[in-house]
């Protein structure tokens, strides 16, 4: 009796067991009410900077940030974040059963911008301004301020001879150029050395440096190597475009009726000369932009291509191309249509459809966020292109004519009227 008592206890334990399974299962996977009218579950989660942001689904507030919103049925949801001096976030996404969906797509978090950001106001009467991304430069009358991006705090004046109206870096450079519309001029920012160059004022926005801070430019069909404290070097003839890389340059050049890419090391070591490519889609005047030896690119009349077993189009009705090699990143409009062109990925995507110019164009996918300059104040448009897209503008008294985001983009520096502005748009 004893034993048969025992057997059937150990039958009806192990029956209730099976029938607890489906309910461990359940709450392991983020499902519910499993019963014949059961329904899938998913989680949303929601990682902010600043933290503790309100969270609204479909206009009831529900948590604050950090937050996992689980056991929610299958469907769309409407998503608000709202804190208190920034700007608000919405967003329509989808719960899928089974599954986590990140609000800011992982593992980014979603940064939230303040309404008013704190500003400094670092100078006014000043003519224009540049970034090497952790410096400010200010260029007036005479001389140039160098801030901290970090703090807007003076590091340094660097006294300009000459008169001049425009100022241009790259990312970590030494060295500076400056414009008057008249000549080109080379300015050293450790020493403070300034040299007159070769190259003509309209070469100013296509002349790019190497590593250790010498320019490169074609004049005339003819590529120099420009050094501050010494003359010209002529490194190559027939070229109709080129673009510095680290130690070396990139060219295009016209050779026994075929137009070529080749790769010249300037300084350091390496292989002097390399042909890289003998049937360039560039049969005139071109621009090429290289941020390795498998990523180049040359915008002949209005198309642009990309170098990949073969020359193919990313656009036929290019303009206003903004290329970054240090980043590296690319982008561009083609027909209205904001495109940037991913590295990682190697692939095209579209950012928006605004059918005006935009300037001044930053990508910062670190923060989630396309910067441009349009309508003379800074917008910002949401990259993720899941449901609507978040787009925030700043503006100042006077027109925005020039921006630019810190190295690890915190803070915008900005030439409004003749003043340069500090704004911090990140929270510490």
Request: with cysteine.
């Given at each position: 009796?004893?034993a ?14 099976l029938?607890f399974?489906?309910y461990?299962?359940?709450?392991v996977t ?9 329904e899938?579950?998913?989680i949303f ?13 479909n206009?009831?507030?529900?948590d604050?940030t950090?937050?996992d ?18 700007k ?6 989808q ?10 797509p ?10 008013s950001?704190?500003?400094q106001?670092?100078e006014s009467?000043?003519l224009?301004i540049?970034t090497?991304?952790q410096?400010?430069?200010a ?6 301020h ?11 004046t ?22 008057d ?7 050293n ?6 040299q ?5 004022p ?13 320019f ?6 003819i590529l120099?190597v420009?050094?501050?404290?010494a ?12 673009y510095?890389?680290?130690y070396g340059?990139?060219?295009?050049s016209?050779?026994n009726?075929?137009v ?6 300037v300084s ?16 005139a ?8 030896t498998?990523?180049?690119f040359?915008?002949?009349?209005n198309v ?13 009705q290019?303009s206003?191309v903004?290329f ?5 990143s690319?982008?561009y ?11 990682s990925?190697?692939k ?6 605004t059918?005006s ?6 990508f910062r ?18 990259l993720d ?5 978040n787009?925030y503008?700043?503006s ?17 520096a900005?030439?409004a009227?003749?003043?340069?502005k ?7």
């Open positions: 009796m004893k048969t008592y025992r057997y059937g206890s150990l039958a009806l334990g192990f029956i209730v067991f029938l399974i489906p461990m299962i359940g709450y983020g499902k519910k009410n499993l019963s014949r009218q059961s899938s579950t998913g989660a929601i990682r902010t900077t600043p933290v503790k942001a309100d969270v609204y689904l206009g009831s507030k529900v604050t950090p937050a919103l689980k056991f929610l049925s299958q469907g769309f949801y409407e998503i608000s974040l709202q804190k208190s001096g920034y608000a976030w919405r967003k329509t996404l719960i899928i059963p089974g599954k986590v969906t990140w609000v800011n992982e593992p980014l978090k979603l940064f939230m911008f303040p309404e950001p704190q500003t106001n670092l009467d000043v224009d540049e090497t991304g410096d400010v430069f260029l007036k009358t005479g001389f140039i160098m801030y901290s991006f970090a703090d807007g705090s003076l590091e340094k660097l006294t300009v001879p000459i008169t001049m109206n425009q100022i241009r870096s790259w990312p970590g450079a030494t060295v500076l150029l400056l414009s519309g008249k000549q080109l001029v080379g300015l920012v450790q020493n403070g050395q300034v007159v160059l070769g190259a003509t309209d070469l100013f926005s296509t002349i790019s440096i190497t590593r250790d801070g010498s490169v430019y074609t004049r005339s069909k120099y420009e050094t501050i404290g003359a010209p070097a002529t490194l190559a003839t027939n070229v109709l475009s080129s510095a890389l680290g340059v990139y060219y295009v016209k050779e009726g075929q070529v890419l080749k790769h010249m090391q350091g070591s390496g292989s002097p000369v390399q042909t890289l490519d003998k049937a360039i889609p560039c049969p005047n071109c621009a090429i932009y290289v941020a390795g498998k990523q180049i040359i915008k002949s009349a642009l291509y990309r170098l990949s077993d073969g020359w193919a189009s990313m656009g036929d290019v206003n903004v970054d090699s240090s980043a590296p690319l982008a409009q083609n027909a209205g249509e904001l495109n940037f062109y991913d590295f990925e190697q095209i995507w579209l950012i928006d459809r059918g110019q935009a300037q001044n164009m930053i996918g670190d923060l989630g966020y396309f910067f441009h300059l349009q309508n003379g104040s800074v917008q910002l448009l949401e292109r899941r449901g609507e897209q787009y503008s700043y100042d008294e006077n027109p925005v004519a020039k921006f630019f985001l810190s190295e690890d983009g915190k803070r915008i900005l030439l009227g003749n003043t340069v500090l704004l911090t748009i990140v929270a510490e």
